[in-house]
């Protein structure tokens, strides 16, 4: 059974930084991709970043040049380096997996950016 579980939320003021982590179980980790979501209160799960097994990276166009996403395949963790933060990030956060069929999700971890 797949497993993602996040870390890593908070509260942060506008321009501040934080470091999201979800660590896999159940899977062979360094075999798939894994993406970053997010969804605020009202709207749509969006995309935020995703990473191929191979190491190949795409951004949601939001958060390009302040997100960087990243895989430590010896830990079975993909992270998720948030600077320069804004209210408008203010979100839920979710890790997922496209994993035999079906799309696993984590619980996701709550990040609130304001003053």
């Known amino acids: 059974q797949v497993q993602l579980v996040e870390s890593g939320g908070g509260l942060v003021q506008p321009g501040g930084s934080l470091r999201l982590s979800c660590a896999a179980s159940?899977?062979?980790?360094?075999?798939?991709?894994m993406g970053w979501y997010r969804q605020a209160p009202g709207k749509q799960r969006e995309l935020v970043a995703g990473?191929?097994?191979?190491?190949?990276?795409n951004y949601a166009d939001s958060a390009k040049g302040r997100f960087t996403i990243s895989r430590d395949n010896a830990k079975n963790t993909v992270s998720l380096q948030m600077n320069s933060l804004k209210p408008e990030d203010t979100a839920v956060y979710l890790c997922?997996?496209?994993?035999?069929?079906?799309?696993?999700w984590g619980q996701g971890t709550q990040v609130t950016v304001s003053s």
């Open positions: 997922n997996v496209y994993f035999r069929g079906k799309t696993n």
């Open positions: 990473i191929s097994s191979g190491g190949n990276i």
């Open positions: 159940g899977i062979i980790f360094s075999m798939y991709a």
